[in-house]
């Protein structure tokens, strides 16, 4: 019984260890030219609406930020980095979305807004371009956004 324990850790020492340690101190492949391509969609691809409404379902169950994209439809992207703490519920949440649209949104070209509590709304101003909005990402655990149409 001692004698296979010890064949044991010697197979694990001599075999399984230096398969482990292989990958160690090694420089990663170059990335393919599909790295190099834009995360963003071309734009006849993205839909566009004069108004957008932002709803928060659940409280945030995590710190974190999310990332959402404004596109006016004949205009460059703008994203948007909302911070969110634990402690939110998805009022706050909302509040914490309309809050950073307005400090990193052109007041002159957008009207941003709450509605219902756990709702944002953003709306562009009038003679300016329809846009779209899309969520890129998000690090905040249990809040479920769903954008649409107005």
């Not at 001692?2 to 260890?17: D, E």
């Not at 160690?24 to 030219?33: E, K, L, R, W």
Request: hydrophobic letters at 35%.
């Amino acid at each position: 019984m001692n004698t296979r324990h010890s064949i044991g850790r010697a197979f694990s020492l001599t075999v399984l260890l230096p398969l482990a340690l292989a990958g160690c101190g090694t420089t990663p492949p170059a990335p393919g030219p599909e790295a190099e391509a834009p995360l963003a969609a071309p734009d006849d691809s993205l839909s566009y609406s004069n108004k957008w409404r932002i709803e928060v379902s659940k409280g945030a169950g995590s710190d974190g930020e999310m990332i959402f994209q404004v596109r006016p439809r004949s205009g460059e992207p703008q994203d948007l980095t909302v911070a969110i703490e634990s402690s939110f519920g998805e009022n706050h949440v909302a509040r914490a979305i309309r809050d950073a649209f307005r400090d990193q949104l052109d007041p002159d070209r957008y009207q941003i807004e709450r509605d219902d509590g756990e709702d944002a709304l953003v709306q562009k101003r009038r003679g300016e371009a329809d846009f779209s909005r899309r969520v890129i990402s998000s690090t905040v655990n249990d809040v479920r956004i769903r954008v649409h149409k107005e």
